[in-house]
């Protein structure tokens, strides 16, 4: 099994150009949707989490296995990585943003009127961005490189679209002000910074096999704690049917 997040670099570069735009408005659009759509936000969020976290399961996993070689050896911060340590790269990437979560929910920017003006505030806010920056960027960088070809990466930018989908609303959540003012533009640069690293140079394999465990972590930590259905407005219909559909198609082909 062959990388599966990625495209030739001789590929249609329209598409590939498309297919970032197209994952970068998922940090736009959310906010202008039509009333009919804002209407069935909850179903649409919760059929959101199926398909990134089947996607995670299915494809993300069993790819970081697969390259899980080129960590053989790696020295990061002191510690001589082996291939097995690829699991543990991946349950870092989850804590991570486990952490981030409980750094916004402490600093109280959760609650309506809270600390989003103040100087705490700002600096949560920061840093709370600029962890989702990083994953943007990966994101990026993956759908511009590869191998595997066309219907991989857009199943891998379908995906990726609607898992920012929802990241979007859990940011509004934590930062109403900041994040609908400045967040959601530096996010969705992000995700375009990346792809022209991703254009520009290949990164070491070691390296990119350790971003991807990451994102490949993270993924999984937001989509249940923001995407997943709650007993209050989540819809688990809306999530069982998108984790069907998206878990065959990525099945069948």
């Not at 329209?14 to 408005?25: D, G, S």
């Amino acid at each position: 099994m062959g990388p599966i997040v990625a495209m030739p670099m001789d590929a249609d570069h329209f598409l590939v150009a498309l297919l970032v735009m197209v994952v970068t408005l998922a940090h736009v659009l959310p906010h202008r949707l039509p009333a009919a759509i804002e209407r069935r936000r909850d179903s649409l969020l919760s059929m959101a989490g199926g398909v990134s976290l089947v996607y995670a399961f299915v494809h993300l996993f069993p790819e970081a296995d697969h390259r899980r070689e080129t960590i053989e050896g790696f020295d990061l911060a002191g510690v001589t990585l082996v291939a097995e340590h690829i699991y543990v790269v991946a349950f870092v990437g989850l804590a991570l943003f486990y952490g981030l979560e409980r750094l916004a929910i402490a600093a109280g920017s959760v609650a309506a009127g809270g600390s989003d003006g103040g100087r705490p505030g700002i600096s949560i806010f920061a840093a709370h961005v600029g962890g989702f920056a990083v994953y943007n960027a990966v994101i990026g960088y993956a759908i511009v490189r590869g191998e595997t070809g066309t219907e991989r990466v857009l199943l891998f930018a379908i995906a990726m679209a609607l898992h920012l989908f929802g990241n979007d609303q859990a940011m509004h959540e934590h930062h109403p002000t900041l994040y609908g003012r400045y967040g959601r533009f530096v996010l969705a640069a992000a995700v375009v910074v990346g792809a022209l690293i991703g254009a520009w140079n290949a990164l070491e394999p070691g390296v990119y096999t350790l971003l991807l465990a990451l994102l490949t972590g993270g993924i999984v930590f937001n989509a249940i704690k923001g995407e997943l259905p709650r007993a209050r407005d989540g819809r688990f219909w809306a999530f069982a049917s998108g984790a069907g559909a998206y878990g065959t198609v990525l099945l069948a082909l």
